[in-house]
């Protein structure tokens, strides 16, 4: 189910993005980790683009997590 925020397997392969990170928030990895290599991973620079990539996981675990709910009320009918 590719979304918005997903980035096509070429632009993934490109920026050497690991298997394990491929997920649908991959289309805001590529630009945190090109500002994380650029500012030799200080942790005070690429606040913005680590705050949107962590609520786009935050967002996809909550989706998830709701979507495993109803699974389970459905089982329990």
């Known amino acids: ?16 993005v690991p298997l394990a990170w491929r997920d649908q928030c991959s289309a805001l990895l590529i630009p945190l980790n090109i500002c994380r290599r650029e500012n030799y991973y200080l942790p005070w620079t690429c606040e ?7 609520k786009c996981q935050y967002d996809d675990m909550m ?5 495993m709910s109803k ?7």
């Open 1 to 16: 189910m590719p979304s918005s925020l997903t980035a096509s397997q070429e632009e993934l392969k490109a920026a050497k």
């Open 48 to 54: 913005n683009e680590h705050h949107g990539y962590e």
């Open 63 to 67: 989706r998830r997590m709701k979507k």
């Open 71 to 77: 699974l389970e009320l459905q089982q329990a009918e």
